[in-house]
């Protein structure tokens, strides 16, 4: 069965009877149908999180088509609640770009998925609309400002940062000119289009602890410099207030379930190779709030979505996570150790045992955070026991303790082995975790701490574009901001021809934005790109909807 069909045949309850398993009252759903629910703010006891144990899931060097990192996280929770623990899987609301571009679908797989997968993948609760609309709204004001004479901030149209964003994958709306066509048409300039997922107000709805928290932070959000030379912040076009009203219900977490009847919240979307990969820091909140144990993921690999889960939004967000999975393939291994794409599901020992060394880098890249993870094996069916026992033995040798997990076929009773483990890793594990670095290190210093540890490079080089804009960085006093490096998903490095591990590589940073609403700013490294562009068979070629309304071509 395909997983839009195993997720059309499962039995789903109405949403109160989930928010009973948290012992939620039904006065505090905002509903959305039948199977759908925003929750209020006021649920969430910054005592009780202090109590509950955080699971944070990241994964090896992922292939193109990813390594079910989210198949596994609800798989893990599922199993959870297996053996009696109350769990909850937290994640991120999928994008409409990749899943009409490659992925085709974002919700789990198999018998571990988030339901209703048709609503959580498409338009869900509007929440990715809202933060559309509140970014453009503010890229709207910009322009009107430059254009009308009264109340004019003086901003000079070269110096202006911001883009227009949209929920889709489009590269031709990448760079453009706006403002043709004649003086009543606005000022003309050079701008672009950003995907929604890459788009600040997502970076601050995730990060912002509630709703005047969100006000504030979007007031913050740097838009450029005046004609003589000074910064100007959304909060200078009294743009903050309206913003924050499109966002007032998309703040809200969203309550769904899993196929077996378990809490599942999913809530912002960043992507974690061009913003900080993981969902809100409210949402994370909000199932520690309201369960003894919270499943949550981070974005493509260690070096990228957990880095930044970690140093920034466990450091903003004054969260102790407890245990750590790596979710890991042999056939992600076998490609890093040279396979072609083609032949990943023929045994093939030898390109195992090369690629193991990705997987090392990841284990060792949670030492630096001070965890041991478990390293959970998705097994896939073309997996040989050869293969499985070689990547077992090697996980031994390294000091760690691994689990097979089978929860894309099985569902829960697939992932308690993974369970039991990671049980045992927050026992083990009540206050390891240490950030990477400290807020008050000057810039270069953080991004070549993650440059050279995390990513394992040996140095770090900086265009000339991105020395100024570390200048302006130091100049508008914000040096005390996190880094979240845009970088490829495809390898450690900033090339994403670089496979395995990668040694001796110099991290090139070719420019650095100012995310100052989110607490951070971006350095891109390579040649990676925040608007992302459709594949040549795209999966929107596949998704169709017949004449009684069902759809079909999701996955």
């Given amino acids: 069965m395909k997983d ?36 209020p703010l006021s649920l969430i ?21 990813g390594e079910g990192k989210t198949t596994t996280s609800i798989g893990l929770t599922q199993g959870l609640n297996k053996i009696g623990k109350k769990a909850t899987v937290v994640l991120r609301e999928p994008s409409l770009g990749p899943v009409f571009g490659i992925k085709g679908g974002a919700a789990g797989g198999g018998y571990s998925q988030v339901i209703p997968m048709e609503d959580i993948n498409l338009h869900f609760t509007g929440d990715l609309s809202a933060v559309e609309k509140a970014h453009n709204l503010l890229a709207a004001l910009i322009d009107n400002n430059i254009q009308n004479k009264k109340n004019n901030l003086g901003i000079d149209p070269r110096t202006v940062t911001w883009k227009r964003v949209m929920d889709m994958n489009e590269r031709a709306l990448r760079d453009i000119v706006i403002g043709l ?19 600040e107000v997502m970076a601050t709805l995730c990060m912002a602890n509630d709703l005047q928290d969100l006000k504030a932070r979007l007031g913050n959000i740097y838009i450029g410099m005046t004609y003589d030379d000074k ?16 966002l007032k219900d998309a703040i809200k977490p969203n309550l769904v379930q899993t196929l077996e009847g378990n809490p599942a919240i999913i809530h912002g979307g960043p992507f974690a190779n061009i913003a900080q990969g993981t969902n809100t820091l409210i949402a994370t909140k909000m ?8 499943v949550t993921e981070a974005g493509f690999a260690s070096e990228l979505g957990a880095e930044k889960f970690f140093d920034i939004k466990s450091q903003y967000g004054g969260l102790s996570p407890r245990a750590v999975v790596i979710v890991a393939t042999i056939r992600a291994l076998k490609y890093h150790g040279g396979a072609k794409l083609a032949d990943l599901e023929k045994e093939d020992v030898v390109a195992l045992i090369k690629g193991l060394e990705n997987l090392d880098k990841h284990i060792e890249n949670m030492g630096l955070f001070g965890f041991k993870p478990v390293v959970a094996i998705n097994r896939f069916m073309t997996d040989t026991d050869q293969e499985i026992k070689i990547l077992r033995q ?49 810039m270069e210093t953080k991004i070549n701490t993650i440059c050279t540890k995390v990513y394992g490079a040996k140095n770090v080089e900086y265009s000339l574009k991105a ?27 900033d090339d994403p021809n670089k496979k395995g591990r990668p040694r001796d590589f110099t991290v090139k940073i070719r420019e650095i934005e100012i995310s100052s609403g989110a607490g951070f700013v971006v350095p891109i490294a390579g040649t990676i790109m925040r608007m992302p562009g459709l594949p040549p068979v795209p999966s929107a070629e596949f998704i169709d909807i017949d004449k009684d309304g069902n759809i079909v071509g999701l996955f």
């Fill in 4 to 39: 839009i069909d195993i997720a059309r045949a499962a039995n789903i309850k109405p949403i109160q009877e989930i928010a009973k398993i948290l012992e939620i009252s039904e006065d505090d759903l905002e509903l959305y149908g039948k199977y759908k629910a925003k929750l």
């Fill in 45 to 65: 006891d910054e005592k009780k999180i202090k109590k509950s144990k955080l699971i944070l899931v990241t994964a090896i060097t992922p292939t193109p088509a």
């Fill in 181 to 199: 066509g004649g003086t009543a048409q606005g000022v003309p300039r050079e701008t672009g289009f950003n995907i929604t997922a890459a788009s």
């Fill in 231 to 246: 910064p100007v912040f959304a909060r200078d076009l009294k743009a903050e207030g309206a913003m924050t009203v499109l």
């Fill in 287 to 294: 199932g520690l709030s309201l369960s003894d144990y919270v």
């Fill in 394 to 442: 090697h996980i031994e040798k390294q000091g760690v303790e691994s689990a097979l997990v089978e929860g894309w076929e099985k569902g829960g009773e697939g992932a308690i082995e993974l369970a039991e483990k990671v049980v045992e890793a927050t026992k083990s594990c009540p206050s390891c975790f240490a950030p990477l670095y400290q807020f008050d290190w000057d």
């Fill in 467 to 493: 020395k100024q804009d570390l200048d302006l960085i130091k100049k508008l006093g914000m040096e005390h901001l996190a880094v979240c490096i845009a970088k490829t998903q495809k390898s450690l490095s």
